[in-house]
């Protein structure tokens, strides 16, 4: 292979997988806190895009992008009150079903918004016809945008779960929920944050990456299958692990268009699925016991 094009293939594997390792790191936040995997992930990456391509049009595009964040976290802590708080140790199976109706939902509501029309935010340095050289390959400067503040987001995440109080709290839940409600700590609260945190951070993803990717309704879906494969494939709850398993979804797909059809690439993230699912369950890099936040 042309050494120029390898590096173009690596670094568009190396950008779409830290998308869907922040999508899996936003299963993981909710997982860990509650014991809920949340098929609504997707939705939160799609709301954050739309939003701030509304916004966009009365306001500058970084206040656009963080009041479409703020929109966003303000949806997610409404699912878990009005959907999930009132609920008494609901069994996972209706857990998942309630969370892919609300998914269904929100994308209908977006559908009667914003219509099938494709959006785009604006390449927040140039345009889609600029490009700068790194080893060789060609990309546009929003690929080092999303990487950047993806890298950004694991790192801050990591930092807030080990320095901050909210952090420790909900790692105290995380490890166990009793013990921590007995040290005085409102178990109620740190869930509904777990929510506006993974819907937060879902949101930015899907601000930075519009502008390549483009938003539309329903991308939502498949954005929600490869991050729950990425969250499996490092092991659900290791949060850590789900970056190193997001590159390494994302080059796997960039690559294999060397190989199948493009047509067929949707299939390798399904395909990588049920592999782990059948041959390890709990992951490359997670243990048979689900691991927690403390491994963020």
Same mark, same amino acid.
């Given at each position: 292979?042309?050494?120029?094009?390898?590096?173009?293939?690596?670094?568009?594997?190396?950008?779409?997988?830290?998308?869907?390792?922040?999508?899996?790191?936003?299963?993981?936040?909710?997982?860990?806190?509650?014991?809920?995997?949340?098929? @609504?992930?997707?939705?939160?990456?799609?709301?954050?895009?739309?939003?701030?391509?509304?916004?966009?049009?009365?306001?500058?595009?970084?206040?656009?992008?963080?009041?479409?964040?703020?929109?966003?976290?303000?949806?997610?802590?409404?699912?878990?009150?009005?959907?999930? %708080?009132?609920?008494?140790?609901?069994?996972?199976?209706?857990?998942?079903?309630?969370?892919? =109706?609300?998914?269904?939902?929100?994308?209908?509501? @977006?559908?009667?918004?914003? =219509?099938?029309?494709?959006?785009?935010?604006?390449?927040?340095? =140039?345009?889609?016809?600029?490009?700068?050289?790194?080893? &060789?390959?060609?990309?546009?400067?929003?690929?080092?945008?999303?990487?950047?503040?993806?890298?950004?987001?694991?790192?801050?995440?990591?930092?807030?779960?080990?320095?901050?109080?909210?952090?420790?709290?909900? %790692?105290?839940?995380?490890?166990?929920?009793? @013990?921590?409600?007995?040290?005085?700590?409102?178990?109620?609260?740190?869930?509904?944050?777990?929510?506006?945190?993974?819907?937060?951070?879902?949101?930015?993803? &899907?601000?930075?990456?519009?502008?390549?990717?483009?938003?539309?309704?329903?991308?939502?879906?498949?954005?929600?299958?490869?991050?729950?494969?990425?969250?499996?494939?490092?092991?659900?709850?290791?949060?850590?692990?789900?970056?190193?398993?997001?590159?390494?979804?994302?080059?796997?797909?960039?690559?294999?268009?060397?190989?199948?059809?493009?047509?067929?690439?949707? @299939?390798?993230?399904?395909?990588?699925?049920?592999?782990?699912?059948?041959?390890?369950?709990?992951?490359?890099? =997670?243990?048979?016991?689900?691991?927690?936040?403390?491994?963020?």
């Amino acid at each position: 292979m042309n050494p120029d094009l390898f590096f173009q293939y690596l670094l568009a594997g190396v950008t779409y997988g830290f998308l869907y390792a922040i999508v899996a790191i936003g299963f993981n936040i909710i997982y860990n806190t509650t014991g809920i995997i949340n098929f @609504a992930q997707g939705e939160f990456v799609m709301l954050g895009g739309m939003f701030a391509i509304s916004l966009n049009n009365v306001l500058p595009l970084p206040l656009a992008i963080a009041a479409a964040v703020a929109l966003t976290m303000i949806i997610g802590a409404l699912l878990e009150v009005i959907f999930i %708080r009132w609920l008494k140790s609901p069994s996972v199976l209706r857990m998942i079903i309630i969370t892919i =109706g609300l998914s269904i939902i929100i994308r209908e509501l @977006a559908l009667h918004f914003w =219509g099938e029309t494709v959006y785009s935010l604006p390449y927040f340095i =140039g345009n889609e016809l600029s490009t700068i050289t790194i080893l &060789g390959a060609k990309v546009s400067p929003q690929v080092l945008w999303v990487i950047g503040v993806s890298t950004i987001m694991v790192t801050a995440l990591s930092l807030f779960f080990r320095f901050t109080s909210i952090g420790q709290q909900m %790692r105290a839940c995380s490890s166990n929920r009793l @013990a921590a409600q007995l040290c005085g700590i409102n178990a109620k609260n740190m869930v509904t944050f777990s929510f506006m945190l993974s819907a937060g951070i879902g949101a930015l993803a &899907g601000c930075v990456i519009s502008p390549i990717t483009y938003t539309q309704y329903d991308i939502g879906p498949g954005l929600a299958i490869k991050g729950f494969t990425v969250a499996i494939l490092g092991g659900l709850g290791n949060s850590m692990a789900a970056v190193i398993a997001g590159l390494l979804l994302g080059l796997i797909e960039s690559f294999s268009i060397t190989v199948i059809p493009l047509a067929f690439q949707e @299939a390798v993230s399904i395909s990588i699925l049920l592999l782990i699912l059948f041959v390890r369950p709990h992951g490359l890099f =997670g243990r048979s016991e689900t691991a927690s936040l403390k491994e963020f």
